[in-house]
């Protein structure tokens, strides 16, 4: 985990805040692109919120469509940042060092997407507040603190103010390093931003054991968030194929399976669009890819496990459901693409050193898995609405309509966006971290080889 | 830059040497003193007394359906075998496939393990005679072989007798290569140190080891691979016996969390005989100077993101199951948790989970030998309860009552529960079974010390290249070798 020429303090400074001070021409066309894209979603949804869901494919008996999907695909994208950030740092892996920023701000910005959705889902959103707060005291109705429903909002919201207090904390040390570089209103802003930051010891200390402490107490919340969100299926005994108890686990590897593989998406983006090769190293891709193999085989294993249960019993409507599933088109054409997509071509390229080691190759293999992952919510919310079940009375189907793709794909407009922003305003890779790395380098002489080798401070 | 003498530092400050390293291993080999022999004395009384109870109990009762009751805590005891030692070897599969350090003190111990595979195979043959038979040809006649319960595909060869079966003794098998693939060299050295039967039955066993650089990365490879099969064939293991002799004989319940559950609480219990094993190895075993603070410390965090994760996955399926408010499945609820085996949960839970937890959250148990000793002793209670709550109460529903379409079917008086659902409570004889399976694993496990090192000294050599304490700033600090 040593390759790359050693790098000195000035030189990471330069290196990891050229964009900040730079205006390529590139990307402002970027920016601008996605903007223009995530103007057309907004406008989609104006259009919707004027004339009513029924523009959309949603309708008795698939009450949950594209939306929902989406909502789940983005909750899923946003355990990266814990996974990557605070799993690594309490496992001191010296590879953690370029990814964990890009996937705590993946976090938070698929966070915030994510929570779009069930509002525009609504498609009254101001309707909102009456759902949350009691709006009639004399009839005495309040939210339903026994539904699943109520429990996501309060999962997601504490998952995003932690992951923010979790984004910030780390971004001290390296504001304090713009505010240094910066002048007039620029610095005064970064000035109050980094709080003084100083760089003493006393200031070390206690921002190591600040994020030691979020990323151990950051952990719980990472779970119960997927979790919540599974119960919004697993708590419902009326659709058939939801009411599992693997769903907690299998959704919460699922998400660190998609988030996972977008960090990658977003490492490979970074180098090649910010030039930041002697920073994100085909090392950190190869360790990424067979942390990748770990979990799609434990995912793989869980959906195995769910499939396999629905069919155990030998209840005529499960197997219906798994028939529908993998023998009616074009459903089975969309199992299979999720399957292969999501295990079978990212695994089997993964298994070859150099794949892993290629930025490229590694983009191409989690591009499917996150289109592998965004099929496997599609399949587990529609197909099951769309039977006969207990509660309702009808078979349906569900197609999107136009308003619903271009909202969909403004919500990824809209986080490559954000992170681009970001990245013009915070360095996407801790300075501190790096720097840090480079003073616990070394190597040993073992024989006639040098090894390298990294000093442990404990 | 600093090269790496023959002398330097591992742990705590101790001074070992490469060639002192392997005369002292091989001492602990070839000697044995009285206080091994006590043990084995010890042990192979609980051993014989688990014999006893085994021959009473299948003279009296038999193999038959309508003895099927009788053999739950046999079952259970089964379930304990295969979270525990027949997990154990993933320790050191699990820890070479992530390069950590602080293994090295622990492998081999982990690997002796596998030894007990053949009692898990052995253990495992009485109940594929237990599984409730279906007479498939309709000839009136159960046949072993022929007719049984089937749920994987139809026919006998598809029953759960040929793939439970291949599965355990694939496990077996896989176990002992990963051994032998790792002792080799380590044989070659003891051969050339001791004399007698052991040695010359080590050279052989060795099958010619040179210490070639071909062969090193031969073994790396193998047991890369071996380490792949087996991690998988255990997780395979786990969900068969788990879904073959528990959840499918209770009519109506259906979890799929169940097998990874089970997985989940092997490789937990797996890694609390390991912190348990390398306790003793450092206090009794005269092992202090190779098992440090780090194994205990970093095993220990490994061990408590299991325990979380175990109470995660009870919480999912006692959720799920208990929102639903289905009848089968609040049945269910209370046959394994709350009603009829309320004590064993409450155990199971304690041990399991809470206790650990409540341990091991504090940095300053994490970093002792005591703590996560005591942490991993509680988490092999708790499997054992959480095998009795699982398997006792699946092996006592009648076999006229296996093809209801629930257990929220069974008749019961107003406020009671019903018969077949009530709790069993241990024999003598079920006493004795227990004590003669724990007896067991330690008689095996003790006699295997005797054969291998157990302590990998090829791995701590390597460890004496990779580990250095070097002057950093203002204090001593080690230093990490990563050829990887």
Redesign the interface.
Known sequence: ??EGKPLTDREINRGLLNILFENPLWYWGLVGLLAVVVLGAMSAAGYMINHGLGVTGLNRPVMWGFFITNFVFWIGISHAGVMLSAILR??KA?WRRPATRAAEVLTVFSLMTAMLMPLIHTGRAWRIFYWVFPYDWARGIYPNIRSALVWDPSAVFTYLTSSILFVYIALLPDLAVIRDRSTGLRRQIYSILCLGWKGNPRQWKLQVIAGILLSALIL?VF?SVH?IVS?DF??A?SVKSW???????YFVIGAVHSGVAAVVIVMALMRFLFGWHDYIRPEHFDALGRLLIVVATGWF??FV??FI?GL??LEGDEIGMKDFLTAKPPWNWWFITFVGTTYFIPVSMWLFKGVRRNPWLMLVACVSVNIGMWLERFLIIVPGLAQKQTFNFVWGTYAPSPVEVVIIIGTFALVSMLMLLFAKVFPLIPLYDVKEGEILR?????GRK????????E | ????NGHTTVGEEVQLTPQGVTEHLSYKVFNIDKRFVLALVGLGVLVILGIIGFIVRAVDDGFSDAARPQWGYYAAMFGFLLVTAGSAPVAAIAFRWTKNHWRRPLSRASELFALVGILNVLWFIPMIFLLPGIDLNGDGVLAVGEDRRTIWFEGPIGAPLWWDTSAVIGLALCGLAILWVSARPDMVALAARGTGWRARFLSWLSMGWRGTEQEWRLQQASLAVLGAFYFMLL?FVH?LISLDFALSLVPGW???????HHALTGLQAASGTILVTIFLMRTCGGFRQYIGLDPFWSFS?VLLGLT?LWG??WF??F???W????PTEQTVVKLVMFESYRVAFLLNFFFSFLIPFVMLIWNVVRKSVIGPAIAGASVVIGAFFMMVRLYVPAFNIPQADLGAHTVADFEAEAGQIAVQLLPVKPDVWDGFIVAGGVGAIALIFLLGTKLLPVMSMWETKEGL??I?F?P?IKGR????????
């Open positions: 985990m040593q309490l496992s010296e719980p779970v979790s119960f697993s708590m005994v009411h599992s108890t693997i769903f907690p686990p294993f869980f496990m769910e249960f155990y019993g070394s190597e040993i002489q073992i040098k090894v390298p080798a990294v000093i442990r401070d | 830059m600093h090269r790496a997780v969900t259906k979890d799929s969390i169940f097998a990874p965090k979380l995660y996955f999912s399926e959720m799920t199951f929102y639903g408010r289905d290249l990779y250095l070097r950093f600090y080690m230093v990490l070798g990563k050829p990887e």
